[in-house]
């Protein structure tokens, strides 16, 4: 099982970026995916995930950040519009399979994809 993520780079901020998380090994179609972030020196934190009909968005997302996916190509997408310098992090895209139940708790997910970094200039 592999969790591919891609569509990290430098952008200026108000800009956009769009993540892509492509699995294979497995569908997750019926599970919570999403992403995760991690600054320099923080503790990865939650950004947003959905399962099959429900999504949920850290505060500091919300308004900006739209997650989606595609079954059909087990493929999860962040596309993240008006970025600010404090989005810059690694994005890491994650699965959680062990229950159907939602939670923001990164130790939680239990598949984890490679990180891509974004960057945010101001």
């Known amino acids: 099982v592999q969790l591919q993520a891609s569509g990290g780079g430098l952008v200026q901020a108000g800009g956009s970026l769009r993540l892509s998380c492509a699995a294979s090994g497995r569908s997750f179609s019926n599970y919570f995916m999403g992403w995760f972030r991690q600054a320099p020196g923080k503790e990865r934190e939650f950004v947003a995930v959905m399962n099959g009909g429900s999504t949920f968005y850290a505060d500091s997302v919300k308004g900006r950040f739209t997650i989606s996916r595609d079954n059909a190509k087990n493929t999860v997408y962040l596309q993240m519009n008006s970025l600010k310098p404090e989005d810059t992090a690694v994005y890491y895209c994650?699965?959680?399979?062990?229950?159907?139940?939602?939670?923001?708790?990164?130790?939680?997910?239990?598949?984890w994809g490679q990180g891509t970094q974004v960057t945010v200039s101001s």
């Open positions: 994650a699965a959680r399979t062990a229950s159907y139940y939602y939670t923001p708790n990164p130790a939680q997910y239990n598949y």
